[in-house]
């Protein structure tokens, strides 16, 4: 009887830990080796061949954000995030967590057409991904910026949504892309977190503040396309911008290089 209880409290005890993981979707790593057990055989590729294969700089942020990277290994191109250029004391601190984070969070929303692929952890300070091949919108032609592509801009937000998952860094257009093909997709989830644990409302506001991301976008391309709807939520949503305070990480803006250039291999 005494083994019966434990067991029950025992269950009951996981089953409230569950609920309140803020990052529910890690439980699916466990079903994968964690990349810091891994032989660095068995990784796509380690920091030594990432330092020496041909590298563009796409993004050098500032004191408290990574250098995005593109690199070309073994045939395919790749994109690192990396701390281990800024103070040792943010790359150990902030960096790390960061890196945690964001892994976890695309291994939650693996799968989905229009991530980021494939994402693995090259060391405490790094993370890598699939590169996704297309062009930040706000590089797009307006007339390409259709009703059509927005839409599906949408349901690509409410299928991360429907992961437990919210971006919120979508107002900007370096953050959205169009691919070649056409269709949208979404890259830099440093700043999302998981909603699952949180209650319905704070869930419902927050996705919402990711939806008005795209109607805002929407709306200086084609606002007769988006219906009453879409309209009066992002009306309603604007009155609440004034009390968003967040600007960037710690409050520092990330620099973006003019165009993309080489980065020298040692």
Same mark, same amino acid.
């Given at each position: ?14 089953? &409230?830990?569950?609920?309140? %993981? ?11 080796? %964690? ?32 250098? &995005? ?53 090259? %060391? ?41 998952? &919210? ?20 890259? %830099? ?24 991301? &795209? ?52």
């Amino acid at each position: 009887m005494i083994g019966v209880k434990s067991t029950a409290s025992l269950g009951r005890r996981k089953a &409230v830990e569950a609920k309140w %993981d803020n990052f529910p979707c890690r439980r699916q790593r466990y079903a994968q080796p %964690d990349d810091s057990q891994v032989p660095d055989a068995l990784l796509p590729f380690d920091r030594p061949t990432f330092q020496h294969a041909p590298r563009t700089l796409l993004r050098d942020g500032r004191w408290a954000n990574a250098r &995005v990277e593109r690199a070309e290994i073994a045939g395919r191109r790749w994109v690192i995030k990396d701390f281990a250029p800024r103070a040792w004391w943010v790359r150990n601190s902030i960096g790390r967590l960061f890196v945690r984070r964001e892994l976890a969070t695309l291994r939650c929303l693996h799968g989905i057409d229009g991530v980021p692929p494939d994402a693995f952890r090259l %060391d405490a300070h790094a993370i890598a991904f699939g590169y996704i091949d297309g062009e930040t919108l706000g590089r797009v032609e307006a007339e390409k910026q259709t009703a059509e592509y927005f839409a599906a801009l949408e349901t690509l937000l409410r299928e991360i949504h429907a992961r437990g998952i &919210v971006h919120l860094d979508t107002r900007g257009t370096g953050n959205v892309l169009m691919r070649t093909n056409g269709t949208p997709a979404l890259i %830099d989830f440093q700043s999302a977190i998981a909603t699952r644990w949180m209650p319905a409302s704070w869930r419902r506001f927050l996705e919402q503040v990711d939806l008005t991301g &795209v109607y805002k976008k929407w709306l200086q391309r084609d606002p007769a396309s988006m219906g009453p709807e879409r309209t009066a939520l992002n009306e309603r949503m604007l009155r609440w911008r004034r009390f968003w305070v967040l600007r960037g990480y710690a409050g520092a803006r990330k620099t973006h290089p003019a165009k993309a250039r080489p980065t020298d291999a040692p």
